[in-house]
């Protein structure tokens, strides 16, 4: 099976910008989670989609959005962009709930914000 | 509350040598499962086991070994004769049935000099 993967792996975009990122999970997993990871605050957890439906949401302000697909690819947006913003944004999917199944983890997408 | 701590920032070592990465969690769960995962330079968070609390049987695999001890809530992870493949971010994490996300450590940066 092929692994998890994430669209594009870097991008560079100017404060103000919005911005949205890809990532398809391995096939036959429902659950993607999505991480935020930055030399300061480490690895922080986004929010977790499953059946199209956002099943856990972690303490990052409403600019951090997201959505899934009947396809279970889901994407994330954030807007308004900040300086901050800046990291590297991991995607995981599991078979189902990332409370009970083993996750897998995509290679990241490396956000600059200029 | 889920916290995971990884007091070690950046270990160096020389190859061949063994090394043994910390990692102490705290939870009030008495269900929950522990993970180490490694990061190469490439990003892609690398899965390398996973443990749950009613397991502290320890576990080696190859090179790779892992120390469970519920009495002093730590989970270490102990690589014998260290190649320079090994040089990675290692992360400890903490999933408990409470909680549908990960929660991880800061990381312990290795590196193996030849």
């Known amino acids: 099976k092929a692994g998890v993967t994430q669209t594009p792996r870097y991008l560079i975009k100017t404060r103000g910008q919005q911005v949205t990122l890809s990532c398809s999970p391995i096939?036959?997993?429902?659950?993607v989670s999505w991480y935020q990871q930055t030399p300061g605050q480490g690895l922080q957890f986004l929010f977790e989609?499953?059946?199209?439906?956002?099943?856990n949401k972690g303490n990052f302000p409403g600019r951090f959005s997201g959505r899934q697909f009947s396809n279970s690819r889901s994407e994330m947006n954030v807007s308004t962009l900040e300086l901050g913003d800046s990291a590297l944004y991991l995607c995981?999917?599991?078979?189902?709930?990332?409370?009970?199944?083993?996750?897998?983890f995509g290679p990241g997408t490396r956000l600059t914000v200029l | 509350a889920q916290k995971v701590t990884q007091a070690q920032t950046e270990i160096s070592v020389v190859e061949k040598e063994d090394v043994t990465l910390d990692c102490v969690y705290e939870?009030?769960?008495?269900?929950?499962?522990l993970f180490w995962y490694k990061q190469p330079p490439s990003g892609e968070l690398v899965f390398l086991i996973r443990r749950n609390s009613f397991d502290e049987q320890n576990e080696i695999s190859g090179r790779y070994s892992w120390n469970f001890q519920k009495s002093t809530s730590s989970f270490n992870f102990t690589i014998t004769a260290s190649q320079v493949v090994d040089s990675a971010v290692y992360f400890c994490?903490?999933?408990?049935?409470?909680?549908?996300?990960?929660?991880f450590g800061t990381g312990t940066r290795l590196t193996v000099i030849p």
């Open positions: 989609y499953f059946s199209e439906t956002q099943r």
């Open positions: 995981a999917s599991s078979e189902g709930l990332a409370g009970i199944n083993e996750q897998f």
């Open positions: 096939s036959g997993h429902r659950s």
């Open positions: 994490a903490l999933r408990s049935t409470g909680a549908n996300n990960l929660f």
């Open positions: 939870t009030r769960d008495t269900t929950y499962y």
